[in-house]
């Protein structure tokens, strides 16, 4: 015996199918929603205040001083973060330089040589993730102990950037591997097809096409490092530096430090060069944002 929905004609489910939608309960999904757009709006606002304030107390020092002088303790209205901001820059100069080959080099024999079913490469693949997720002061601990202690480098700019180099890695490896395994198969299987050889279609075909992914994706492990100052205090970082970084050995300090300087002080002329410099990270952290974003966008891929 037929359905009586069916027997009177496709015309009479519609009625009936919005009546078994309707026998849910909407409102447990509408509470659901409600959550959701409430969490979202407190976040934007607590974070919108966040951002006028520092915005408001920074307002004052927001000058070619705060880019071009130097820190003083004994005058805070003349003080800058020019060593600072050298320093970062130094800083993170060496950073990409030593962790962005390695990276892109291990994602590519990852994704393109190793075989999946060798324990090894599988022991790496697990250790790759799981050091992803590691917080930045242990980094800061191997640091200490094995980069500046261990092999001698002490409290220098080469010490920094190593460190922080261990810590991005694995973000860069991860992103990059993403990259590559995003170009079609069928284009490295057209490549041998023409006979090229593996490498001749990864250097031509599978790097050119992942390109755009592995910037973006080193570019956003970048912002991380610059952001970070649990291991580079742990390292020593020195918080009062009159002195532009000249090398690799130089000693350093780096935004953050200066940061966490000036707020420790107990003057509040240095809350407003403190809010600056926060100011000015964040235009960084924007600008670079902003870079992956549009590099994203202007040469990705859609297969």
């Given at each position: 015996m037929g359905s009586p929905v069916l027997d009177k004609g496709p015309e009479a489910g519609v009625p009936e199918v919005r009546r078994l939608k309707s026998d849910g309960t909407p409102w447990r999904e509408r509470l659901f929603?409600?959550?959701?757009?409430?969490?979202?709006?407190?976040g934007v606002v607590f974070l919108g205040c966040l951002l006028v304030y520092i915005v408001v107390?920074?307002?004052?020092?927001?000058?070619?001083?705060?880019?071009?002088?130097?820190?003083?303790?004994?005058?805070p209205s003349q003080a800058g973060a020019q060593s600072a901001i050298m320093g970062t820059i130094w800083v993170i100069g060496f950073t990409a330089l030593y962790c962005l080959p390695v990276g892109f080099l291990t994602?590519?024999?990852?994704?393109?040589?190793?075989?999946?079913?060798?324990?090894?490469?599988?022991?790496?693949?697990?250790?790759?993730?799981?050091?992803a997720a590691v917080p930045s002061i242990v980094y800061g601990i191997l640091g200490l102990g094995i980069i500046s202690r261990g092999l001698g480098f002490g409290q220098t700019v080469l010490t920094a950037s190593l460190t922080l180099s261990l810590?991005?890695?694995?973000?860069?490896?991860?992103?990059?591997?993403?990259?590559?395994?995003?170009?079609?198969?069928?284009?490295?299987?057209?490549?041998?097809?023409?006979?090229?050889?593996?490498?001749?279609t990864i250097w031509r075909q599978v790097l050119p096409a992942a390109v755009p992914g592995m910037a973006?994706?080193?570019?956003?492990?970048?912002?991380?490092?610059?952001?970070?100052a649990a291991p580079l205090l742990l390292l020593g970082g020195l918080t009062f530096i009159t002195f532009n970084p000249t090398g690799p050995e130089s000693a350093f300090t780096v935004l953050p430090i200066q940061i966490f300087n000036w707020i420790s002080q107990s003057r509040s002329e240095f809350v407003?060069?403190?809010?600056?410099?926060?100011?000015?990270?964040?235009?960084?952290?924007?600008?670079?944002?902003s870079l992956a974003i549009w590099l994203r966008n202007r040469y990705s891929h859609r297969w």
């Open positions: 929603q409600l959550s959701l757009w409430a969490s979202l709006a407190v107390e920074a307002w004052p020092r927001l000058n070619f001083r705060i880019l071009t002088n130097f820190p003083d303790i004994i005058d994602a590519i024999y990852l994704e393109e040589y190793a075989d999946p079913e060798r324990w090894w490469n599988r022991a790496v693949e697990i250790n790759i993730q799981n050091l810590l991005v890695l694995p973000t860069v490896i991860i992103a990059a591997r993403e990259a590559i395994r995003a170009v079609p198969q069928s284009i490295r299987e057209a490549s041998l097809a023409l006979g090229a050889t593996q490498w001749q973006t994706g080193s570019i956003l492990a970048l912002s991380r490092a610059i952001g970070e407003s060069l403190a809010a600056a410099a926060i100011v000015i990270l964040l235009v960084i952290l924007l600008a670079m944002n």
